[in-house]
């Protein structure tokens, strides 16, 4: 089974731009993979933030946006704030199954 | 604004079956959604379980498959989950959510003796 790996965690000052990526074990991210990403505070159930790659929900922040780079699926913050720390996921797609990937703790400083 | 509550024993004994219902509200379960099951073990990263379509057709984890049984009920709005012969590796908290743009809160699952 497909493992996914996001980076276990990074650091980003307020205002800033971080991209956070997302990797299978094998092969590259494609639209096919249909690629989703969630948001999850402590405590909190996962928030949707895109799916589709890049596509945003009604309530997606405008400074977040999603994209395909160099064979990985990648969420970019831009104007990142104290808000946005938390915990990242991505979900990838393989034929009728969904593999999470690992998260990516995001912290503000 | 469609709802989701996750319900469940809350502790169960390890070999025994886990059974998970999630109630949905403010929207019909018999539209054409998928509904999924997802667990996260304390501390840990969140695991896909399955989904179901709104027809009843299922795709299940993999590693899950052999002990994994996913209902719909469209009579009465809800669909479940059955995990069978449990252990310490199945305590989680369990999320129902549908197309992955609505969430249930989660409920905590112990297996424990």
């Known amino acids: 089974q497909t493992v996914v790996t996001q980076e276990p965690s990074l650091t980003v000052s307020p205002g800033g731009t971080v991209t956070l990526t997302c990797a299978p074990s094998?092969?590259?991210?494609?639209?096919?993979?249909?690629p989703h990403w969630f948001q999850q505070k402590p405590g909190q159930a996962p928030r949707a933030l895109i799916y589709?790659?890049?596509k945003k929900y009604s309530w997606t922040p405008a400074r977040f946006s999603g994209s395909l780079l160099g064979g990985k699926a990648a969420l970019t913050l831009s104007g990142v704030q104290p808000e946005d720390e938390a915990e990242y996921y991505c979900?990838?797609?393989?034929?009728?199954?969904?593999?999470f990937g690992g998260g990516t703790e995001l912290t503000v400083l | 604004q469609v709802q989701l509550q996750e319900s469940g024993p809350g502790l169960v004994k390890p070999s025994e079956t886990l059974s998970l219902t999630c109630t949905v509200s403010?929207?019909?379960?018999?539209?054409?959604?998928?509904w999924s099951w997802i667990r996260q073990s304390p501390g840990k990263g969140l695991e896909w379980i399955g989904e179901?379509?709104?027809?009843?057709?299922?795709n299940y984890n993999p590693s899950l498959k052999s002990r994994v049984t996913m209902s719909i009920d469209t009579s009465k709005t809800h669909f479940s989950l059955t995990l069978t012969s449990v252990t310490a590796a199945d305590t989680a908290v369990y999320y129902c959510?549908?197309?992955?743009?609505?969430w249930g809160q989660g409920t905590l699952a112990t297996v424990s003796s």
């Open positions: 979900l990838l797609s393989y034929g009728g199954a969904w593999v």
């Open positions: 094998t092969g590259a991210v494609t639209s096919g993979n249909n």
């Open positions: 589709t790659t890049s």
């Open positions: 403010g929207g019909s379960i018999s539209s054409p959604y998928w």
């Open positions: 179901m379509s709104h027809t009843g057709r299922p």
């Open positions: 959510a549908r197309n992955w743009d609505s």
